[in-house]
């Protein structure tokens, strides 16, 4: 496997469901995120780990729990989510969190219908 | 607010013209700017970026330009080709607060580029 996977691709999950979303990289980066992207709407930040250490948590609720156990692995755990979450969940990873902003390699996503 | 716009949701061009797609940003502080392709059922992948001291960055086929004082950037693509038909996502950083990592994206233009 080579850039960034992303398991599963499409889940589809009730409301007092618990799931994880998984993401491995494999290009020995150092940051990885999670972003969502909702229908018509543009990719939002949802976190952002740099050395396993969360930098970042913008304002998302706390039904999505964010786990990083090693700069290789993302999880996204999901439980008691709403129908308005259901959307295309992508991670991504970069080199590390730079002056600039280092390139961002996509994962292909997952695509979540919550019932 | 969007602070990230793209303001064409689709834009259709015939194979062997140019192909220019539109992005314009209000926050001032944004000073780097990327351009992604998104092909269906795949993540993002980055195209092309420019920092706010150039106006214009070339790279084979594709070439950004900034307008600063407009804010506003434009990808060209010259000669389209059929493969380039996908979703083009402008996404900028810099923001206040200096999280260079943050990347605030638009909602995407898809390009059609017909044989």
């Known amino acids: 496997e080579t850039g960034v996977t992303q398991t599963p691709r499409h889940l589809v999950m009730g409301m007092t469901n618990k799931k994880s979303l998984k993401c491995e990289q494999h290009l020995g980066h150092n940051a990885m995120y999670w972003y969502k992207q909702s229908a018509k709407k543009p990719l939002e930040l949802m976190f952002v780990y740099s050395l396993e250490e969360r930098v970042e948590n913008n304002s998302v609720p706390s039904r999505f729990s964010p786990e990083c156990p090693n700069s290789s692995h993302l999880f996204l755990h999901l439980h008691t989510l709403q129908p308005e979450d259901s959307a295309l969940y992508l991670c991504?990873?970069?080199?590390?969190?730079?002056?600039?902003?280092?390139?961002?390699?996509f994962g292909p996503g997952t695509r979540l219908t919550v019932l | 607010d969007q602070q990230v716009k793209q303001n064409s949701p689709s834009l259709s061009v015939q194979e062997g013209r140019i192909s220019i797609l539109n992005c314009d940003y209000t926050?001032?502080?944004?000073?780097?700017f990327l351009w992604y392709k998104k092909y269906p059922a795949e993540g993002p992948t980055f195209l092309i970026s420019i920092s706010s001291i150039k106006d214009k960055n070339e790279d084979g086929r594709f070439t950004v330009f900034l307008n600063k004082s407009a804010k506003h950037l434009s990808l060209h693509i010259v000669p389209s080709q059929p493969g380039d038909s996908a979703v083009y996502f402008c996404?900028?950083?810099?923001?206040?607060?200096?999280?260079?990592?943050?990347?605030?994206f638009g909602k995407g233009t898809l390009l059609t580029v017909n044989p």
């Open positions: 926050n001032s502080m944004f000073d780097y």
């Open positions: 996404a900028a950083s810099g923001g206040s607060g200096g999280s260079n990592y943050k990347l605030t």
């Open positions: 991504a990873s970069s080199q590390d969190l730079g002056v600039t902003a280092d390139t961002q390699y």
